[in-house]
């Protein structure tokens, strides 16, 4: 057998691919180290894309809507387009920043005046709990009695004291060395931050010309089938992303207008906070409101138990309309999904990323449902005729037979 050009080239491929698996099954544990250090290393710029992803559907949206105007002269309009970017891109931050404002502004008060109530009302709840055992221990001598008949082992005070000087006194380094590593968390964090935030505002100062490279090196180091199927993927995903996310701040303001509407007219404690508390925690699918809920059972337990019964069974209710008719026409329609899958999604997502990966894996999945719909879709259409059941339904049309 003779090795052409093309048979050598293969095995060289084959050998070459076969040292690499090896590579990495003896490696694997500090391929694993690199990977997270690099990741480590690029995550301002990872989380500044994500930034700008979202930055970006504010912006647009003001782009589109205020800044509409058209110059027949060309140097006019390219001065306009230049004047519009800075204007809508400080519009969009300025949303988000009013946006969580309100929120903190709402729910961080209220939360900081329920805890001063329960310092309060917690030392009258005991010296109650104390009161009532002591009524109970007297009303009922006998079991009293058995009480006092056990035999309780005498306690070393002087061992246990002991004890807790060695763990205060090891404890004191550790907690310096705490403290010193969540300080250096923290300025590590901020500084990341910032580097993100300044990525971020590049990325939409420049987001054409940005895009431009990128499609140009695509098509130069690429064939013309993978450019163009790398640039379908990329198209559906933003387009995917953008609805999703859209959607799903549609979805949570409806749902806390519900929330602070239903409460107002039921008298509810807190409905104005319980609903921005909603919507605000409406934004991770599926369980976000259930947090909100808890949160808010909560604030209202301390003011009147009775009524945070209620505002749970309340809650339960609104709960089954959104999520039958609100969320899967607002979220599923939005990212061409179905309902199933979004739950699948969420459940994976969770469980690998947590609240990222619940944010994540519902348009990742609508974009692999769609491609995956378009090209069942097109071996359908070309699956040869005489095979399967589309044959006897066609004989029986010929043959005048019922179908």
């Known amino acids: 057998m003779e090795l052409g050009k093309g048979n050598m080239k293969r095995i060289k491929g084959l050998i070459l691919f076969a040292g690499i698996v090896v590579l990495v099954l003896l490696k694997f544990d500090m391929l694993v180290s690199a990977l997270k250090l690099f990741l480590q290393m690029l995550s301002p710029f990872i989380v500044g894309g994500a930034m700008a992803f979202i930055l970006n559907l504010p912006m647009r949206f003001y782009e589109k809507k205020l800044f509409r105007k058209q110059y027949a002269d060309q140097r006019k309009q390219e001065k306009y387009e230049k004047r519009k970017r800075p204007i809508c891109l400080t519009l969009a931050l300025l949303s ?79 907690l310096a060395s705490t403290t010193f590593s969540v300080a250096g968390s923290i300025v590590s964090g901020a500084v990341n931050f910032f580097i993100a935030l300044i990525f971020s505002l590049y990325i939409l100062g420049q987001k054409e010309k940005l895009g431009d490279q990128a499609e140009r090196i695509l098509r130069a180091y690429t064939k013309p089938k993978v450019y163009r199927s790398v640039r379908k993927i990329a198209v559906l995903l933003n387009q995917n992303f953008s609805n999703f996310i859209t959607g799903q701040c549609l979805e949570a303001v409806i749902l806390g207008t519900m929330f602070a509407v239903t409460m107002t007219v039921f008298r509810f404690p807190f409905a104005l906070m319980i609903g921005v508390l909603i919507a605000f925690t409406a934004l991770i699918p599926i369980v976000g409101a259930f947090l909100g809920c808890a949160v808010g059972a909560f604030l209202i337990l301390v003011d009147n138990p009775m009524k945070a019964v209620a505002f749970v069974v309340l809650f339960l209710i609104l709960q089954q309309i959104e999520g039958n008719l609100i969320y899967p026409h607002v979220v599923g329609n939005s990212v061409g999904l179905p309902s199933i899958w979004v739950l699948v999604a969420v459940t994976i997502g969770g469980s690998l990323m947590g609240i990222v990966g619940m944010l994540i894996f519902i348009p990742l999945l609508s974009t692999g449902y769609a491609l995956l719909r378009e090209d069942v879709n097109k071996r359908n259409q070309m699956e040869p005729e005489g095979t399967g059941e589309g044959v006897k339904i066609k004989e029986g049309k010929k043959k005048g037979l019922p179908h």
Request: aromatic share 8%.
């Open 96 to 174: 988000v920043i009013l946006v969580i404002a309100v929120v903190t502004g709402t729910v961080i008060p209220q939360l900081i005046s329920t805890g001063k109530v329960l310092a309060q009302e917690i030392p009258v709840f005991w010296d109650n709990l104390m009161t009532s055992a002591e009524r109970f221990f007297t009303d009922n001598a006998e079991l009293e009695k058995q009480l006092k008949s056990l035999e309780i082992p005498d306690i070393n005070w002087d061992s246990m004291l002991q004890a807790t000087g060695n763990f205060l006194k090891n404890g004191m380094g550790s």
